[in-house]
């Protein structure tokens, strides 16, 4: 096996392991804080709110800093630093004797990660320019699954082994990633630049700065547009239904739904990317996705729901890996790891004010607006990155081709 491909798999292992890690407490989140002495039921909403979203707050001020570290000092040490320093902080959520603690180590969590961004620029960084659209269609389905799944596998140990032990359980999986993180990734790394370079001489390498923006643009909006439904889905799926008796396991369905298709499609679409160009997967795959959310609001079923979601999972697994293919594609090495921490940092953006946003929009003009209005983002979107395609392109000479 080519050494990229193998550090490809173990890259996927740890940010199947992160995703999972940084999701699997969430269904169970404000019981624990319950638990920590907090019994005030709007007061746990508010706490539940605060600790989901600190993570993310913190990891996208801080992904910059890791991406250029990690540009100075190589990627697999921020590989190592991250799994490390996320495990031994989910450990010690298991000992959170308040709601304080707990939001106080979140915030740490954030702090620390960085794992996804370093995997993607090691993997971007070493896969051979014609392979680079599956191998991070590929490694985006590692995240995926552990975003899915995590959910799934923290609500059932919760029940089997109890609130706090979980956390240690996570810790142990993330301790996992770090030996195998250290014994199978290989790195030879050599720096480029051996000067430090400010903000303004990062982009003065960058050929056509002006893409790159539109993508963390892009990175963002894609990350509102799956998480805008987050916070009503449930009252949404309850209008659908007659009996509430799974109303649960339906909503859970609801959300999963899109990962799963992502799961299956990633791959296949990053060959198709390879063949056809990453910046007419992202178009269509934008615009195929502004096209499912509109009857999205006019469903009469859940299962309606379920099959429009399910294609929208499928126009979602062509986004972010042709995203990070397009940025691959267009920023040297010297300075991969910074830029796409930029980007971990705009979809982190995107984490927090997607639900944000769909719960405002719901409770001010109602639950069929939200799909509206992201459908009319993703529409804007998916034309101003073609309009800054066709901006910067050599009529020899596509801006995004291959060089």
Known sequence: ????????????????????????????????????????????????????????????????????????????????????GMAVIMIL??????????????LLMGLVSGYISAATTLVATQTPYEHSGWALGTLSTGQVSGNLLGPLIGGWLSEVIGLRHVFFVTGGFLILAFLVTYLLIKEDFRPEQKLELGFKEVWSKIENPKAVMAMFLTTMMIQVAILTIEPIVTVYVKQLVQDVTHLALIAGFVVSIPGLANIFSASRLGRISDQKGPSKVLFFSLLLAALVFVPQAYVQTPWQLMGLRFILGIAMAGMLPAVNTLIRKSVPGSVSGRIFGYNQSAQYLGNVTGPLLGGQIAAYYGIRYVFLFTAALLVINALWVRHIDKMTLDPQKHVFSTP
Not at 46 to 75: E, N, V, Y
Not at 94 to 106: D, E, H, P
Request: proline share 4%.
């Open 93 to 106: 959520m298991g000992f959170a004797q308040n709601v304080y603690q707990l939001v106080g180590l979140r």
């Open 1 to 84: 096996m080519p050494l990229w491909k193998r550090n490809l798999w173990v890259c996927w292992f740890g940010s199947f392991a992160t995703g999972a890690g940084l999701s699997l407490v969430l269904p169970f989140l404000p019981l624990y804080i319950e638990m920590l002495g907090v019994h005030n039921v709007a007061a746990v909403e508010q706490w539940s709110g605060l600790a989901f979203g600190a993570t993310f707050i913190t990891a996208a001020i801080f992904s910059p800093l890791w991406g250029k570290l990690a540009d100075r000092h190589g990627r697999k040490l921020m590989l190592l630093r991250a799994s490390i």
